[in-house]
Nanobody, 120 residues
Framework: QVQLVESGGELVKPGGSLRLSCAASGSIFSINRMAWYRQAPGKQRDLVATITTGGSTNYADSLKGRFTISRDDAKNTVYLQIHSLKPENTAVYYC??????????????WGQGTQVTVSS
């Protein structure tokens, strides 16, 4: 089992910046990938960015340049830095951890989400 706790979401003005955090605990040794997703009101949950245990990153094409995912292994924490925020970035941002179980199957764990609202 992996527990994820997000933080850092808040109300920000357009053009502002924000850093979201996701603290992982539990069976973190089994994690092979961490990711951020987001879900805007009335829309499906979409992938924002991923980072592997080796540090490789990947981003949704439409978000490259303004979003940066990083990790601090000493703190078991993954971050999402967002610059030049736009109203359309308003969403609940979710942290995701993908693990490989002893049975060889992959499992996904989710945090409770953190609300980001971009408005003047």
């Amino acid at each position: 089992q992996v527990q994820l706790v997000e933080s850092g979401g808040e109300l920000v003005k357009p053009g502002g910046s924000l850093r979201l955090s996701c603290a992982a605990s539990g069976s973190i040794f089994s994690i092979n990938r961490m990711a951020w997703y987001r879900q805007a009101p009335g829309k499906q949950r979409d992938l924002v960015a991923t980072i592997t245990t080796g540090g490789s990153t990947n981003y949704a094409d439409s978000l490259k340049g303004r979003f940066t995912i990083s990790r601090d292994d000493a703190k078991n924490t993954v971050y999402l830095q967002i610059h030049s925020l736009k109203p359309e970035n308003t969403a609940v941002y979710y942290c995701n951890a993908r693990t490989t179980g002893w049975d060889g199957l992959e499992y996904n764990y989710w945090g409770q989400g953190t609300q980001v609202t971009v408005s003047s």
